[in-house]
């Protein structure tokens, strides 16, 4: 077999287990974006004990591994978890050990580009939705948030593209994801076709990012045309 | 119809505005001039609760209280009879031009959305905007998009409508068509406060004139007692250097 078909084929032996990856960053994403914008919130904060728990927070999560967060919150939490609340967590689905990982690495970087692109929103948005009589909450949703979002888009995809790339160490703890799938295959041909294995492995991976960058230019362009701000 | 007494504000150390005592009445067409940093915008800022007032007294639509100490309600109440015109337009980049003025009718003023859409469309035509309600902010020119925004503010029906130097953003051949639809507003009968460094607007439109200086009201009368017989020395002075400029 040329190089080539072997790729092909351990491609084909791979990808089932991409659901595992998807999950996981998806529930990731989904989670850690929230958490980030709560952390947003609370940076922005006019509390200065707020804005100093996250900023401690972030910090710390900045600073650690993904592997050791994986590590920390795999071994860590079933003790933290049984001495508070006398509960065991130990048969858990080990998914959701690394989705809380990938979470709490997530809401790091997402706080700090929620933040950035909050404040980069003119002011005036805010008064103009507040004098024609919105609260300030209807201001937020309706006038500043989609402005936030479109601003913070193309530093989001990196992020995303980060905690994807991140995800890969899900198998040091033992889920079968495609890294794992791949492990095996090799395991299986007593250590022969690693270039071709991980090739495959790598060439999913790439796919994937190339399709997430394509996704946000689509949607940026679309909302760049009409809703950059105006230049006074 | 508003009335405001000895409001105060300072940005840290410095006081901004030193007591200033303001009346409109219906009807009133007032023009606001007097040097930069005199607290003009500060002064409109403070009425309509985008900023704090340090202390003084409101009076209006239906709220009594100090500045200071608004509550929830009566802030929202003020900013729902207000209109508020900036100087750089400040439409929502977000939204078209026809959404820029059906929103606080739709969100904040709870409006059916297509009786909203007859209301903003008169507005957008009365300020000559009409065809352009699928525009969005990026894509109109200064004077354009201070238009939509006189629109948005006209929508609304507040009790008075208060104008930041609606024009000093503008290229010059522009200021024009935004002067025009503000005089015409006026001449329906509109209540304004326009803040403003054209004279012309100050002495031919407006019923009288204010002009603040160093965070005071200095003087205020008619435009034939302000441009013509200023008492002031302050006054007297400003007004040399402003009209020998044109």
Request: aromatic share 8%; glycine share 8%.
């Given at each position: 077999?040329?190089?080539?078909?072997?790729?092909?084929?351990?491609?084909?032996?791979i990808l089932?287990a991409i659901?595992i990856t998807?999950?996981?960053?998806?529930?990731?994403?989904?989670?850690?974006?929230?958490?980030?914008?709560?952390?947003?919130?609370?940076?922005?904060?006019?509390?200065?004990?707020?804005?100093?728990?996250?900023?401690?927070?972030?910090?710390?999560?900045?600073?650690?591994?993904?592997?050791?967060?994986?590590?920390?919150?795999?071994?860590?939490?079933?003790?933290?978890?049984?001495?508070?609340?006398?509960?065991?967590?130990?048969?858990?689905?080990?998914?959701?050990?690394?989705?809380?990982?990938?979470?709490?690495?997530?809401?790091?970087?997402?706080?700090?580009?929620?933040?950035?692109?909050?404040?980069?929103?003119?002011?005036?948005?805010?008064?103009?939705?507040?004098?024609?009589?919105?609260?300030?909450?209807?201001?937020?949703?309706?006038?500043?948030?989609?402005?936030?979002?479109?601003?913070?888009?193309?530093?989001?995809?990196?992020?995303?593209?980060?905690?994807?790339?991140?995800?890969a160490?899900?198998?040091?703890?033992?889920?079968?994801d495609m890294v794992a799938k791949a492990?095996?295959?090799?395991?299986?041909?007593?250590?022969?076709?690693?270039?071709?294995?991980?090739?495959?492995l790598?060439?999913i991976?790439?796919?994937?990012?190339?399709?997430?960058?394509?996704?946000?230019?689509?949607?940026?362009?679309?909302?760049?045309?009409?809703?950059?701000?105006?230049?006074? | 119809?508003?009335?405001?007494?000895?409001?105060?504000?300072?940005?840290?150390?410095?006081?901004?505005?030193?007591?200033?005592?303001?009346?409109?009445?219906?009807?009133?067409?007032?023009?606001?001039?007097?040097?930069?940093?005199?607290?003009?915008?500060?002064?409109?800022?403070?009425?309509?609760?985008?900023?704090?007032?340090?202390?003084?007294?409101?009076?209006?639509?239906?709220?009594?209280?100090?500045?200071?100490?608004?509550?929830?309600?009566?802030?929202?109440?003020?900013?729902?009879?207000?209109?508020?015109?900036?100087?750089?337009?400040?439409?929502?980049?977000?939204?078209?031009?026809?959404?820029?003025?059906?929103?606080?009718?739709?969100?904040?003023?709870?409006?059916?959305?297509?009786?909203?859409?007859?209301?903003?469309?008169?507005?957008?035509?009365?300020?000559?905007?009409?065809?352009?309600?699928?525009?969005?902010?990026?894509?109109?020119?200064?004077?354009?998009?201070?238009?939509?925004?006189?629109?948005?503010?006209?929508?609304?029906?507040?009790?008075?409508?208060?104008?930041?130097?609606?024009?000093?953003?503008?290229?010059?051949?522009?200021?024009?068509?935004?002067?025009?639809?503000?005089?015409?507003?006026?001449?329906?009968?509109?209540?304004?406060?326009?803040?403003?460094?054209?004279?012309?607007?100050?002495?031919?439109?407006?019923?009288?004139?204010?002009?603040?200086?160093?965070?005071?009201?200095?003087?205020?009368?008619?435009?034939?007692?302000?441009?013509?017989?200023?008492?002031?020395?302050?006054?007297?002075?400003?007004?040399?250097?402003?009209?020998?400029?044109?």
């Amino acid at each position: 077999m040329t190089t080539l078909a072997l790729i092909y084929k351990f491609l084909i032996q791979i990808l089932p287990a991409i659901q595992i990856t998807l999950i996981i960053s998806v529930a990731s994403i989904i989670l850690g974006g929230l958490l980030g914008a709560a952390l947003t919130r609370a940076k922005l904060s006019s509390h200065w004990w707020w804005r100093a728990i996250a900023n401690v927070y972030i910090s710390v999560i900045r600073a650690t591994p993904a592997i050791i967060m994986i590590f920390v919150v795999y071994y860590g939490l079933p003790f933290l978890i049984k001495g508070w609340f006398h509960v065991s967590i130990e048969g858990w689905n080990r998914m959701y050990f690394v989705v809380i990982a990938l979470t709490l690495l997530f809401s790091a970087p997402v706080a700090e580009i929620f933040r950035s692109a909050y404040l980069a929103v003119p002011a005036g948005q805010k008064e103009a939705a507040l004098m024609v009589g919105m609260s300030p909450w209807q201001a937020f949703i309706r006038i500043t948030l989609p402005q936030t979002f479109v601003i913070a888009l193309p530093n989001l995809a990196n992020a995303i593209i980060n905690l994807l790339k991140e995800g890969a160490l899900t198998f040091t703890i033992g889920v079968v994801d495609m890294v794992a799938k791949a492990q095996m295959i090799v395991a299986n041909n007593s250590g022969g076709f690693a270039f071709e294995t991980y090739g495959a492995l790598a060439l999913i991976y790439w796919v994937i990012s190339l399709a997430i960058d394509k996704l946000v230019s689509l949607v940026e362009s679309s909302f760049q045309k009409k809703r950059q701000a105006i230049q006074p | 119809m508003l009335t405001i007494k000895n409001l105060t504000k300072s940005y840290g150390p410095q006081q901004i505005l030193k007591g200033i005592d303001f009346q409109v009445n219906q009807g009133d067409v007032i023009t606001l001039i007097g040097p930069s940093g005199s607290g003009k915008t500060t002064l409109l800022r403070t009425i309509t609760t985008l900023e704090k007032g340090d202390g003084g007294t409101i009076d209006f639509a239906g709220v009594q209280g100090e500045l200071a100490h608004l509550s929830k309600n009566d802030i929202r109440t003020i900013r729902q009879n207000v209109g508020f015109v900036f100087q750089n337009y400040n439409l929502f980049n977000n939204k078209t031009t026809l959404q820029n003025v059906t929103e606080g009718l739709v969100v904040a003023h709870k409006i059916p959305k297509a009786q909203a859409k007859t209301i903003a469309l008169a507005a957008l035509k009365k300020v000559g905007m009409a065809d352009y309600v699928a525009h969005y902010p990026s894509q109109l020119s200064g004077g354009q998009a201070q238009r939509v925004g006189i629109a948005r503010a006209i929508a609304l029906k507040p009790q008075v409508i208060f104008f930041d130097e609606p024009t000093s953003a503008l290229d010059p051949e522009l200021v024009g068509e935004v002067l025009k639809v503000m005089r015409q507003l006026a001449e329906e009968g509109a209540t304004m406060v326009v803040i403003t460094h054209q004279m012309n607007f100050a002495r031919n439109v407006a019923n009288k004139v204010v002009f603040m200086a160093d965070g005071q009201v200095v003087e205020a009368g008619s435009p034939a007692d302000i441009f013509d017989h200023p008492q002031v020395p302050r006054t007297q002075q400003f007004l040399a250097e402003i009209l020998s400029n044109v």
